[in-house]
């Protein structure tokens, strides 16, 4: 009787300290086996993505890695076991980038950056499904093969005639403070990279101070990095 008195007291206080023990958060579990990516793109889509902001300028609101089904719903008049189909079909599925007028968010076009995966059996069957979506919804989808480098002129000339629209050129940064300023000019067209954290420069203008009017290179990371450089003509 006293053994079996101390085995259930030994029971009843491992209990307690396991209880204990989870309520503060101590005990993992394998019921939450998740873990935070190092970031949202890879390097090659941050790359584009700064270049991107630098053709469209202030002309749109750009989004990345949008689910598909955000952006298409399936069609009424099918039944569900046909709705269902459609659905599944466009699950899981993501795009690189999407372009929104900035006042209401209006989806105007898609993006997709191609790299080396693209070339796979699977994934070009993604890629046709996802074109055969964009026709059947009237949604401009452009295609740019990941590349070392890009013109921004000719990323603009793509987006401006899938939406049939101009982009304006203004930029939106404020003045930086002149110890700021790198003094070392760069052309108009090369997409170039900040000296300071090496991340995408984005073509701007001035919008008010004393240099108003004028075209500079500005980091992406501004605030965080407030690196500018004059751009000469």
Known sequence: MALLLIVVFILLTIIVVFISLKSKGQISTQSFPYEKQSALFTPAERSFLGLLEQAVGNEYRIFGKIRLADIVSVRRGLNSSERQKAQNRINAKHLDFVLCNKGDLSLVCCIELDDKS????????????????????????????????????????????????????????????????????????????????????????????????????????????????????
């Open 118 to 233: 693209h070339a796979q059996k699977k994934t070009q069957d993604r890629d046709q499904l996802l074109e055969n979506v964009m026709n059947a919804a009237s949604i401009p989808l452009i295609r740019f093969k990941a590349q070392a480098g890009y013109n921004v002129q000719t990323v603009r000339n793509e987006v401006e005639k899938a939406t049939g629209r101009k982009v304006v050129d203004e930029g939106n940064i404020p003045e930086a403070k002149a110890e700021t300023v790198h003094e070392a000019p760069v052309t108009k067209q090369a997409a170039k990279l900040c000296p300071k954290c090496s991340s995408v420069m984005t073509r701007r203008r001035a919008t008010k101070g004393d240099h108003a009017g004028k075209e500079f290179w500005g980091c992406v990371n501004y605030p965080k990095c407030k690196t500018i450089i004059p751009v000469v003509t």
